[in-house]
């Protein structure tokens, strides 16, 4: 059975929650922090993110027929019925794909945020830590493969946004419809959400590297 968040790295979710951290050493805490990226970085976890994404603008479009069935129908009755018959078909995919993605978000903010806190520790704990190498891994963390298919996803979810915000520029002042700017605006929200999403788990992670860069370690620790 598939899980949000595994066993093994919920201690170290709860302990970075309670400010735990500085308690543990060196070599624990990169343990920790290794744990719980790679718990992040599962690709079941992004593959489910696509899946949730892909059923959730389903969803959006059958929401954007619905509309254009009651604003460009002739027969209010049977247009309403045939708009309810839509909405429920439409909520088959849409529900449990929003379930699926608010679910991924909030287990992926706890865990990219306790990665990064324990990658912190982890760097504050290391003598000598802070150097020359350390500014190249943290500014070059992101392009590792289990934060890359996470930044892809995000550059996907960025263009869609602009694609569907330029529908509803599209639906308001070329082509007007009452559809179109539904469909665009769903999108729109949906796509952008996932966009800051993504990116904001990775910087989450990155934040935590920043520790090794000698500029950034005296704020780092107050």
Same mark, same amino acid.
């Given at each position: 059975?598939?899980?949000? &968040?595994?066993?093994?790295?919920? !201690?170290?979710?709860?302990?970075?929650?309670?400010?735990? +951290?500085?308690? @543990?050493?060196?070599? %624990?805490?990169?343990?920790? @922090?290794?744990?719980?990226?790679?718990?992040?970085?599962?690709?079941?976890?992004?593959?489910?993110?696509?899946? #949730? +994404?892909?059923? /959730?603008? &389903?969803? $959006?479009?059958?929401?954007?027929?619905?509309?254009?069935?009651? +604003?460009?129908?002739?027969?209010?009755?049977?247009?309403?019925?045939?708009?309810?018959?839509?909405?429920? &078909?439409?909520?088959?995919?849409?529900? !449990?794909?929003?379930? *699926?993605?608010?679910?991924?978000?909030?287990? =992926?903010?706890?865990?990219?945020?306790? /990665?990064?806190?324990? /990658?912190? %520790?982890?760097?504050?704990?290391?003598?000598?830590?802070?150097?020359? =190498?350390?500014?190249?891994?943290?500014?070059? *963390?992101?392009?590792?493969?289990?934060?890359?298919?996470?930044?892809?996803?995000?550059?996907?979810?960025?263009?869609?946004?602009?694609?569907?915000?330029?529908?509803?520029?599209?639906? &308001?002042?070329? /082509?007007?419809?009452?559809? #179109?700017? +539904?469909?665009?605006?769903? *999108?729109?929200?949906?796509?952008?959400?996932? $966009?800051?999403?993504?990116?904001?788990?990775? %910087?989450?992670?990155?934040? =935590?590297?920043?520790?090794?860069? !000698?500029? @950034?370690? !005296?704020?780092?620790?107050?």
């Amino acid at each position: 059975m598939f899980r949000m &968040i595994l066993p093994d790295t919920l !201690p170290d979710i709860v302990a970075a929650e309670e400010g735990a +951290t500085h308690d @543990a050493t060196a070599a %624990q805490a990169d343990a920790a @922090a290794a744990r719980t990226r790679a718990d992040y970085g599962r690709v079941s976890r992004w593959g489910l993110g696509l899946l #949730g +994404t892909f059923g /959730a603008a &389903i969803g $959006c479009g059958l929401l954007a027929y619905m509309v254009e069935v009651l +604003t460009n129908g002739h027969d209010p009755l049977g247009d309403g019925l045939i708009a309810v018959l839509v909405l429920v &078909i439409a909520a088959v995919p849409l529900v !449990p794909s929003l379930w *699926l993605l608010l679910a991924l978000h909030h287990s =992926g903010r706890r865990l990219a945020r306790a /990665a990064g806190s324990w /990658a912190a %520790q982890a760097f504050r704990e290391a003598p000598g830590s802070s150097t020359t =190498g350390g500014w190249l891994a943290a500014r070059f *963390l992101s392009s590792s493969s289990d934060l890359v298919l996470r930044l892809v996803g995000s550059a996907l979810a960025g263009l869609g946004t602009v694609f569907a915000a330029s529908a509803v520029y599209y639906a &308001i002042a070329v /082509a007007p419809s009452a559809a #179109g700017v +539904t469909a665009g605006l769903t *999108l729109t929200i949906l796509f952008a959400s996932v $966009c800051a999403g993504q990116f904001g788990g990775v %910087q989450r992670i990155q934040s =935590g590297a920043l520790v090794r860069v !000698p500029q @950034a370690a !005296p704020d780092a620790r107050r």
